[in-house]
């Protein structure tokens, strides 16, 4: 606060979901510093547009004294090159700029201009900022709606050609601030809308204010005596999927569905498949990210699932959609109901570690190739025990002398780098095994 009174906010980046007040949340910070605001939006405009603004900026400065803030709608719809236009202008103080963006700030803007700005995150409206709006919206309908007035309304008004006392103006104020909106009023035009309707469109805007404001739109534009499932359903299909195939919400589902199979929540991740392909994700995406966590996540507690990941990824490149949910469906399923090991992926990751250490380590004589006469000469695979060839288990030296006697691949059961954690088990018990203990509680307290 001290910063807006002084007048200096610096440049920020607004991040946060569609609708959440971006623009309304930078115009009230320029009202409130008094500065000239410009407003452009990437998907419009280019670099020589903001140059003008720039030029305009510096003009003022020098004349009035009074600095410009420039406000960047969709400020990640511009490349790298186009984002360094900015610098010298933000350095030099010539200008404050607020960006606006609906993707990860860390993903989509450069780290020079992140560096110089502030970034602020907008959380999605609640559903009670979302009806506060609807009903402001409401208001200002209503309010230039002329109504008719009951019998006796008319009889306690007065004449047409009496202008009202003050006391009855003040009253008449007092009245129409206490006023709520109610569908069921008689006097409402707008039958239609009713408190399901408003609910619903509170409930399919999902915190976006503009898309709550054009489904209110649509009910006012529709027939007051339209039939109310009828509305209901044509406001369901004018709401589009909020998924973007490319962006932030493409990589959180994904991550959410890997996620559900791997804490072994079927229902979960069943959820985010029909998410994901009901919003038109590529089937084949999805297959790829199963065939992964097949083997990460399952591994060797059950050799079936990475064929069948594998089959699965096949039949989409086979069948395609929409056929091919149901092989996707059916792999899912089955990941999320399997046991769970990660030895295999984690010892994989121990040994890299291991071998970033040194890549030049040789390997042991013993277990090197020797297809010609000279490479014996040099004693290459001598001392090697052909393990078939015996009836007994043989000792060879297969790693570097440095890791000899490192496990990388620990035995099954071993639980000596895994954590135990009362509280998390105990919220596992009541919210996810419906308040019974877990059967594996006793055994693996002991081996702890």
Same mark, same amino acid.
């Given at each position: 606060m001290n910063m807006l009174d002084s007048g200096l %906010? /610096?440049? *920020? %980046? !607004?991040?946060? $979901? $569609? /609708?959440?007040?971006? +623009? +309304? *949340?930078? =115009? *009230?910070?320029a009202r409130h510093v008094d500065c000239n605001f410009r407003e452009l939006s990437a998907t419009s405009s280019g670099t020589n547009d903001v140059r003008a603004v720039f030029e305009e900026a510096k003009a003022t400065l020098s004349l009035t004294g009074r600095k410009t803030i420039l406000f960047l709608d969709e400020v990640h719809r511009f490349?790298?090159?186009?984002q360094d236009i900015f610098l010298p202008f933000i350095e030099q103080g010539q200008i404050q700029m607020i960006g606006a963006t609906t993707e990860n700030p860390s993903f989509r803007l450069t780290s020079a201009l992140l560096s110089r700005c502030r970034v602020l995150v907008l959380e999605r409206l609640t559903d009670d900022d979302t009806r506060s709006i609807i009903s402001s919206a409401i208001e200002r309908v209503l309010a230039s709606v002329p109504r008719e007035q009951p019998e006796s309304d008319r009889a306690a008004s007065p004449p047409v050609d009496t202008e009202p006392t003050t006391s009855q103006n003040s009253l008449s104020q007092s009245q129409s601030s206490q006023t709520t909106i109610s569908c069921d009023s008689p006097f409402l035009p707008y $039958?239609? !809308? +009713?408190?399901r309707i408003i609910s619903s469109i509170v409930s399919l805007s999902t /915190?976006?204010? =503009?898309?709550?404001?054009? @489904?209110?739109?649509?009910? @006012?534009?529709?027939?007051?005596? =339209?039939?109310?499932?009828? !509305? !209901?359903?044509? @406001? #369901? #299909?004018?709401?589009?999927a909020s998924y973007d195939r490319v962006g932030e919400s493409h990589y959180d589902m994904i991550s959410a569905l890997h996620k559900s199979i791997r804490g072994s929540h079927g229902s979960a991740a069943m959820y985010w498949l029909a998410r994901m392909l009901t919003a038109g994700e590529d089937p084949l995406y999805i297959a790829r990210r199963l065939v992964v966590c097949a083997s990460e996540d399952i591994g060797l507690a059950d050799t079936h699932a990475l064929p069948l990941a594998v089959a699965a990824l096949q039949a989409c490149q086979v069948i395609g959609m929409p056929e091919c949910r149901i092989n996707l469906a059916h792999c899912v399923g089955y990941l999320s109901e399997a046991p769970k090991c990660t030895r295999a992926y984690e010892a994989y990751n121990r040994a890299e570690k291991a071998a970033k250490l040194d890549l030049t380590m040789p390997v042991p004589v013993a277990v090197r190739n020797a297809p010609t006469a000279l490479m014996k000469e040099l004693g290459y695979s001598e001392g090697y025990n052909y393990n078939p060839s015996f009836r007994h288990p043989v000792h060879n030296d297969y790693l570097p002398i440095a890791f000899r006697g490192d496990m990388f691949l620990k035995e099954a059961g071993n639980l000596s780098d895994k954590d135990w954690n009362e509280q998390e088990l105990l919220r596992w018990e009541q919210e996810g095994n419906g308040g019974r203990l877990w059967e594996g509680r006793s055994s693996a307290q002991h081996r702890h």
């Open positions: %906010i /610096g440049s *920020l %980046i !607004l991040w946060g $979901p $569609p /609708g959440c007040g971006k +623009t +309304t *949340l930078a =115009r *009230l910070l490349n790298k090159a186009q $039958p239609q !809308l +009713t408190d /915190g976006d204010a =503009r898309t709550a404001l054009s @489904l209110l739109e649509l009910v @006012l534009a529709s027939k007051p005596d =339209r039939d109310e499932h009828t !509305l !209901l359903a044509s @406001l #369901r #299909r004018s709401v589009s």
